[in-house]
């Protein structure tokens, strides 16, 4: 993946984008299974990010623009971080929603309302992590009830947000086992349904030939 993190955007991002973008241009065109070196299989992780200062919101606005102009462009998919600006986020999805080839939201840890406005847009998935596995996160249960799994990914987001019993520790990509047995609980399916499931998911919105 290539792109512009919301979180490292600052006043020379235009530079910043003319060199990613030249990487973009002069890489490979994706292929199976996963890619190899020189490939690019997605933009991001790109979006917004207005956690902790909204001091540069306007270039980041004008920087996920930009980058989600060259998913329409590539036709690779968007896996797309937001934090407190979902409301912006959407307002600018709606622009290319016909054009989008489809992409992830990462790191997806809200309600049944934000959801179904993010599952809005056709080909997109949700991606679901270590968030869905704490005590009291009420994640999981909301996921089966308005959630289909053809909608959901899985990842870990490595090294950070540790599932349980794993929290505390740095995160690593084995862990997803956590996640998917939570999940099988709460879908009340087999864990080989849930990875199945969501393997087909990924092969589908990255275009990943068997």
């Known amino acids: 993946m290539v792109g512009l993190h919301p979180e490292e955007v600052r006043a020379d991002w235009r530079e910043q984008l003319l060199a990613i973008k030249t990487i973009l241009n002069n890489a490979k065109a994706p292929s199976s299974p996963l890619g190899r070196s020189g490939e690019v299989l997605a933009i991001g992780e790109v979006g917004l990010d207005f956690y902790w200062s909204r001091e540069f919101e306007k270039e980041q606005i004008e920087a996920f623009e930009e980058q989600v102009r060259w998913s329409v462009e590539t036709r690779l998919p968007l896996m797309i971080h937001c934090r407190k600006a979902q409301n912006e986020m959407v307002h600018l999805l709606k622009r290319y929603a016909k054009e989008l080839p ?19 847009f056709d080909r997109f998935v949700l991606g679901v992590g270590g968030v869905s596995t704490f005590k009291k996160s009420p994640l999981p249960q909301m996921l089966a009830a308005n959630v289909p799994l053809d909608r959901l990914v899985l990842e870990t987001d490595a090294p950070y947000m540790a599932p349980v019993p794993m929290r505390g520790q740095r995160n ?11 999940l099988a609980d709460a879908y009340g399916v087999s864990e080989e349904e849930i990875c199945r499931k969501t393997n087909e998911n990924v092969e589908k919105v990255f275009a990943i030939q068997k």
Do not use: D, M
């Open 102 to 120: 489809g992409g992830v939201f990462h790191c997806f840890t809200g309600n049944e309302k934000e959801a179904a406005e993010l599952l809005q």
């Open 172 to 182: 690593e990509p084995a862990f997803i086992r956590h996640i998917i047995t939570r």
